[in-house]
Every structure is written in C-alpha cells, then in structure tokens.
C-alpha cells in the first residue's frame, strides 16, 4: 500500500492514498490521546436573542476577545471567523455556536483543566459584551429563521444543499449543540473492534446525555431532539452504518463509503490569492479522483480535498485518523467532562473493551437500529431485551469505571479518572436525565416560562 501524499496539497495520483492516509493515523499505546469537543449556544442577557456575527456585542467580537488570552485569529475574507492555540481551536458553528476543539491531552484531568480554562476565558470577555452561553442539545427558545448565519463560505453551499435531502438539516446546523470525544487506535483490528463497540453504544451515550427537550419554548416530545434531527439531515451521510459490523470491514471498507457521500465544496485559492468555495454539492469524490469533476474538468483532488470531504460524513461514529465519538448532546462543564471519561473507561483498556465487545456483540441489526430509532424519545427508558437502556447504561458505567481504575491516571491530590463519571452513575441509578429534570421544572417551578433555562443553566 503506498503512503499518503508528501504534501497535503499534491495530487492524489493513486487511490490507495486514501486508504494509506487513514491508516497513518495509528498510533502506539503510549501516544494515544484524547480530544474532546464541545458546542454550546450564545445569547445576550438582556434579550435572550443569539447574537450576531457582527456588531460590538456579536460573535466576531467575542473572538477578537479572546486574542488577549494568546489564540491567534484566522480569518476569512478579512472576518475573524475561527482561534488557533497550542493545538487547540475555537470555531463557529453555522449560527454563531461557539466550539472549542481542545488540543490532544493524556488523561481526563487535563481534558477539564481545558474545559474549564476555555469557559473562563469566554466568561471573562462575554460578561464585557454581555452575553452568556448556554450548555444544551437543541436551542429551546428561538425558531430557525429566527437564527443568525455565520459568514464562512462552506454554510452557504450547506444551507443551499440541506433541504434538498431532508428536512431538518437547517434545524441542525442552527440549532443543536453536541460534546464529542476524539480517541486513537494502535492497529487495523483495533479500530475495527473500537468502532464496532462504540457504534453499537452509541445510542447509550445520547440517552445518558439527552437534553434537548425544548423547541421554541415548549416540550417537543423528545428528551434528545438533537438526536432525532440527525434521522432527517441527509441519510447520504449519516447514520450507524451497518457495513461496519460486516466481516472484512476495515479502512478501504470505509473509503469506499466515504468516496460514496456526495460532496459539498471544494476549497481553492483563487488569482487573487483569497480562498473560495467551489460549489461540489451532490458531486461524486469518485469522479474528482478521476479529473472530471464539473467546473474543475482536469484537476485532481489533493489530500487536503479529502481530509475535508471525510467531515462532510456525520454519522453516530466517525473514522478520520482517529476514531469520533458524536451521540451525545451538549451540556454543562461536568458532562463535558463526563463524556470523554466514559469513552476512555471503555475504549482505552484492553479489559474494558473485551467487556464492552462482549455487552454488544450479539446485538441485532434490527436492535441497534432501535436502539438508535427510540432512545432520541425516550432515553434511559427505552425497552431493550426485557428491560431498559438504563440497564443497559449502569452495566456500560460499570465497564468505563473499571476501565479507568486500570489505567489509574491521577491528579495532584491522588484522584483517578472515575471521579469524571460520577454524574452520568448519578443519572443512570436515579434512571431521569437531564432533559427529564428540565421538563419536571418547566412544569413545575418554572410554570412553562422557558427563559429560565437561560438564567439558572448558563455556564
């Protein structure tokens, strides 16, 4: 097999590149990582409104903001649009949600040192422009045409594209908020049974997390909405891929899925030395890789092309050079920590992940797709086998705990990781998750005002 190309801007001139470049992403044990991503929603605290982009209290403020915490700006046709730091970057989400992406760390401890370093600093500039954010799964107050559009060229090809293939691709780039966990693989065999596991809990996770229960300001029915709006985005590209469970499945297995998911954008730089999208969307990667793409007849893709093409897919579990983790919804800085705790536990010690193989293994297709299917409704209550996912959850738990208690990475004060799934043991046991407990207050001492998720959930 050849190695992918020696430069991210040569031509892939074979297609085994592809396959080569995924595989570069192995790792040894002792460098394997974690990296741990969150989203969370902007509001002004006089209104309650999501801010814009522009103006002394909108997004792009915030950014520059942030600057004189040492994140270097990246721009965009001149517009602050995303922070560069040690690793780490913060970017926007189509609407304004804030995303950090935090820089690869060895243990959970240093995962919400970040968290909480990150939080501080937007604290610090937000309170300034008077705005606060908030940790949730879908945005519970405001409609869709009600939110504002960032100004970065790839969400004008999406927002064009989505309503062609579903009809709540708009609701998802505006309107949810997710926390998802970057993990590595050592070998071939290794993702696969990594990939298998975490596919098949997927729904474990978003049952564990669900909180998003609100659509402008009334119960929607769901306790994970952002979940549910994931089943009508795009089934091009979304999904818990069966294939993945098939025997043989392994990297070129997933190429070939990926270079089936219909394209967005390519990104060039044009003669006057700006970048611009090129409109792809609903073009075939196959045929790039053969020159013939429409509007770009005769050029190849480089492996830059493909690195962005692969985060054009969003399904439950994602493949790139590391293995992603994307069930769950977001939330305050306890789950954010929670998240990765969990996936660790039961992905990154060799016990845990024979247990967890063992838990899923002989789960159905028809299963796991019900899994998938009924958890966005009802959660740690879903019937599975005679019981419930919240057996299901409290069995998982016991699997990530043990796992962290092997790896036994501790802090300063001599504390393991399993201090981080604390809250999640707590939701499980009590079997009542986070949206539950919003819904009981909305309908309780709130008397269905849903401004007051703002005022008493805000980070």
Not at 44 to 51: F, K, Q
Not at 199 to 205: D, E, K, Y
Not at 337 to 349: H, K
Request: hydrophobic residues 40%; charged residues 30%.
């Amino acid at each position: 097999m050849p190695t992918s190309s020696p430069s991210p801007d040569a031509p892939i001139l074979d297609p085994r590149e592809l396959t080569a470049e995924i595989a570069s992403g192995e790792k040894p044990r002792p460098d394997w990582r974690i990296g741990t991503e969150h989203e969370k929603f902007g509001f002004r605290l006089d209104d309650l409104r999501p801010p814009t982009f522009d103006g002394e209290r909108g997004i792009e403020a915030l950014l520059d903001g942030l600057t004189r915490f040492g994140w270097d700006p990246v721009r965009e046709n001149g517009r602050t649009v995303a922070l560069l730091r040690d690793g780490a970057s913060v970017t926007l989400e189509p609407a304004g949600q804030l995303e950090l992406s935090g820089a690869p760390v060895v243990d959970i401890h240093e995962t919400c040192r970040e968290v909480g370093s990150h939080l501080f600093e937007v604290k610090a500039v937000a309170d300034e422009l008077r705005l606060g954010f908030l940790g949730m799964g879908f945005q519970p107050k405001w409609r869709r045409d009600e939110m504002p559009w960032m100004p970065k060229g790839r969400y004008k090809i999406m927002r064009e594209y989505m309503p062609k293939v579903g009809s709540l691709g708009l609701d998802m780039m505006t309107r949810t908020c997710t926390v998802q966990v970057n993990l590595d693989y050592i070998t071939e065999a290794d993702m696969v049974k990594k990939f298998r596991v975490a596919l098949a809990l997927q729904p474990i996770a978003t049952a564990l997390f669900a909180d998003s229960p609100f659509t402008e300001g009334r119960p929607n029915g769901y306790l994970s909405y952002r979940s549910h709006i994931w089943t009508d985005t795009d089934a091009d590209r979304t999904g818990m891929l069966d294939f993945v469970f098939e025997d043989g499945f392994g990297y070129e297995r997933y190429v070939d899925y990926i270079l089936d998911v219909p394209m967005y954008f390519v990104y060039r730089h044009g003669a006057d030395g700006k970048g611009h999208y090129h409109d792809a969307s609903g073009q075939s990667f196959r045929a790039f890789l053969r020159g013939e793409l429409p509007g770009l007849e005769g050029e190849l893709p480089t492996m830059r092309d493909w690195t962005d093409h692969m985060t054009t897919a969003f399904p439950e579990v994602r493949l790139k050079k590391y293995l992603e983790m994307r069930g769950a919804d977001g939330g305050p800085w306890n789950r954010l920590c929670a998240l990765p705790a969990f996936w660790v536990g039961l992905l990154y010690d060799d016990a845990a992940l024979d247990a967890a193989w063992d838990l899923v293994r002989d789960f159905t297709r028809a299963e796991r797709h019900a899994l998938r299917d009924h958890v966005p409704r009802t959660a740690l209550a879903t019937p599975f086998r005679g019981h419930s996912v919240r057996e299901l959850a409290i069995e998982a738990l016991k699997i990530s705990a043990a796992g962290l208690r092997r790896r036994d990475r501790r802090n300063a004060q001599d504390i393991d990781e399993v201090r981080f799934l604390e809250p999640l043991i707590e939701l499980a046991e009590a079997g009542q998750t986070p949206a539950e407990r919003k819904l009981e207050l909305f309908h309780g001492e709130w008397h269905g005002d849903i401004d007051r998720v703002f005022r008493e959930f805000a980070y």
